[in-house]
């Protein structure tokens, strides 16, 4: 290679400068958003100096409470039942012999992120109240449902790239010393397959936690979720305790991403 | 012989039908949840309007799709064209391929940096474009907010060096949702482009330095066309979403600056007009195919010229 103070092949003019303002516009916004949630002072505009008042506020307050638990009850739920509709998918849809119509089923599988949520998000609500009248029912099995189908193609994601990565011959030597299918599946394929499913349930949570626009329209009156609490709050007078419900709110996630981070780390 | 055959067909049969039975649940829930209520709202977009929201069942109208073009006079039926659709569609593409350029323009240099990082080291760059776009979307736009608003940074900033003296009003205006859009899909130009990057033969630079090719040639003549297929992709990344972008433009935009995602929104809230609602989402799922197709013929263009 080149040595970097000679001539760099790899050097593109002014490409690092741009680099760099490009990570602090991504970050800038993010960092001053957490200092104005230590903010003594009552305006998101002015600095009154180092409080924790605010995060106490959130804490102490029973609807942030309340939201904040049912977001986390539906990504729970709705995580387990994608990921585990999903891996079974992944399990039909890679490492066998192509079946007839496996296109449409991998087609069906990833259609939830070529429609835009928006129009998701206004079609259940049409079908869910046509559903909540007909029915009687409203409870928060309509936010499981929608949570799980567009959670499904991120889950099958790392699942789906676990499986194809997989050493086919461990199960075939399973097979040859009498196994039963479903034997090889519990003590062989399943605890190699343990990391992807893992990322996959990650991956889906953290996508079920993000949900704004989905969630606004399918809700009934009293299922506000984190988010959309926060979006109703974003309209109306805001103060710094937005800022700290979003402060932890951010930490949550990265903390979620890092560890799926360094999990995918580890396995190569 | 023929023994064998047939066991190896039943066997066959047999894998074909367990496969269907395992994808079973995810394509039940993808039906119920997402594909099958897409069925319902196109027969919503062919129904009568309701008096209080909803459709009359079973009484059929085009109304819903003429609206999405036309006006129809309440007084004397004169038929006009719907100005203010036309205006929202207009701003939507126009704000879209805005974002996606200048998102070209900054993630093209970001991904060619991390690209051309020492290979321990990328992941950790990678890592850190990806943390904003982990991040719930409305903080990210909250964020924003708090950058852009009339005491917001950047204005107490260019006060504090002397450019202005009052504050320049960039909340509600196009300018803060083109942002808004920009600082929200950026990852999303990123980490396609580094893709491709990451696989560039750097031999083929060389190469071109050594028929001494300055390095804006490089870039145009080698660089840039070996990683169309990112460019491409990204794009495409970014363009989608915002153009159905919904929680940006409400945030950022006020009223009066809709998108096509707010205006979608208003149908099934104050306009009280859900076949007009479910007419519009259809023409933008359809905006959004179009642009979906185009990128799947240049991807497959790209991997069969490339080998």
Partial sequence: MANASTFSVRRQTGFTTIAAT??????????????????????IAVWRGFSLRWYEAAWNNEQIREVALRSLLIASVAATIATIAATMAALATTRRTGFKGMTAVYAAINAPLMVPEIV???ALLITFATIKVATGYTGLGFLFAAHSAFCIPFAYLPVRARLESMDLSLERAAA???????NTFRR???????????????LAFVISLDDVVITEFVKSAGQDTLPTYMLGQLRRQITPEVNAISTAFFLLSVGIVTLFFFLNRRKR | MASAQESAALAKTKETRDSWLLSAPALVIIFFAALGPLIVMFAYSLMVKGDYGDVKFGEFSGDGWFGVFFNRDIFDDTVTLADAHLTIFWRSVKLSLFTTVIALIFGFPTAYFIATRPERSRDIWLFLVTIPFWTNLLIRTFAMMEVIRNEGIINLLLIWIGIIDTPIQIMYTD?????????????????????SMEKIDFRLVEAGYDLYATRFQVLWRVIIPLVKPGIIAGSILV???????YVTPRLLGGGKNM????LIELQFGQGRNWPLGAALSITLMAIVMVAMLVYVKQASKGTSSHG
């Fill in chain 1, 176 to 182: 040859d010393l009498y196994a039963t299918p479903w």
């Fill in chain 1, 120 to 122: 998701t998000a206004v």
């Fill in chain 2, 239 to 245: 363009f989608i979403p915002s153009l159905g972008a």
């Fill in chain 2, 259 to 262: 998108m096509l995602g707010n």
């Fill in chain 1, 188 to 202: 062989v394929t399943f605890p190699l397959l343990w990391p992807g499913i893992i990322a996959g349930y990650m």
């Fill in chain 1, 22 to 43: 490009c990570f602090v516009l991504l970050y800038a916004p993010i960092v001053t958003l957490i200092i104005y949630s230590f903010n003594a002072g009552t305006s």
């Fill in chain 2, 175 to 195: 300018t803060a949702i083109m942002m808004g859009m920009l600082y929200v899909y950026l990852p999303l130009m990123v980490l396609p482009l580094y893709a």
